[in-house]
């Protein structure tokens, strides 16, 4: 079974500020790992994706996450948040060597940037 | 650049009723997936769809759902009798890899 957990439901950060949003994971193989931004009555929209190669990924609007395999984790990082970037932010995985394809969701983490 | 499409946007129905959600995955992509978000919680997978059939689903996908790919273009998820636990967000993706583009979700609100 495969699982996610965002630790932390509110995080909030001053504009300017370096942000990280937090996700561990659990497979029992070797993961895919994805980040996805909700904006309030849209839907989920991707941010970036850990396939392989490269721990640190880099992705839309300058965001970017590790991956951190000893620590099972993917956190999601960005070095001078924007108000803009107040959204709701989910972190997913799926098994890399599993047949099944469907991803599984943390509980996300409502992102606030103050102005 | 392609989106995955839904209709409708927001669905209200009576309990009991039937309802007919509607998606248009981007053209290219031969896998489609339906999840729901009940209001506050996480998003949770409901069914896969490959090669016009259910490759995947969730303990909640019972015999109240169904799915189809009526034609080329359009991929439904059928609730044959609502009850009130379906209301949710209802959002469907597809991807030709790895990575799921998801629609702007239908809110389903049974009454």
């Known amino acids: 079974a495969q699982s996610v957990a965002q630790p932390e439901d509110q995080v909030n950060v001053a504009e300017g500020n370096p942000l990280t949003v937090k996700c561990t994971y659990s497979?029992?193989?070797?993961?895919?790992l994805f980040w996805y931004v909700q904006y309030p009555n849209r839907g989920l929209q991707f941010l970036l994706k850990?396939?392989?190669?490269?721990?640190l990924v880099k992705g839309s609007y300058g965001f970017e996450a590790e991956f951190n395999k000893s620590q099972t984790s993917f956190h999601l990082k960005k070095p001078s948040a924007l108000v803009s970037d107040s959204a709701l932010y989910f972190c997913?995985?799926?098994?890399?060597?599993?047949?099944?394809?469907?991803?599984?969701f943390g509980s996300g983490t409502q992102l606030t940037v103050l102005p | 650049e392609p989106e995955v499409t839904q209709t409708p946007s927001h669905q209200v129905t009576q309990m009991g009723q039937e309802v007919i959600l509607r998606c248009v995955p981007i053209s290219n992509h031969l896998y489609f997936y339906w999840y729901r978000q009940i209001l506050g919680q996480k998003v949770e997978f409901l069914v896969s769809?490959?090669?016009?059939?259910?490759?995947?689903k969730s303990e909640i996908f019972d015999d109240q759902f169904s799915v189809e790919r009526p034609d080329g273009s359009n991929f439904t998820l059928k609730i044959r009798s609502t009850k009130l636990e379906d209301s949710a967000m209802y959002f469907c993706?597809?991807?030709?890899?790895?990575?799921?583009?998801f629609g702007p979700g239908t809110r389903l609100t049974v009454l």
């Open positions: 850990y396939i392989t190669g490269d721990n």
């Open positions: 997913a995985v799926r098994d890399r060597g599993g047949s099944a394809r469907q991803l599984t």
């Open positions: 769809f490959y090669n016009n059939e259910i490759s995947e």
């Open positions: 497979v029992s193989g070797n993961p895919y």
């Open positions: 993706a597809s991807n030709p890899a790895d990575t799921q583009y």
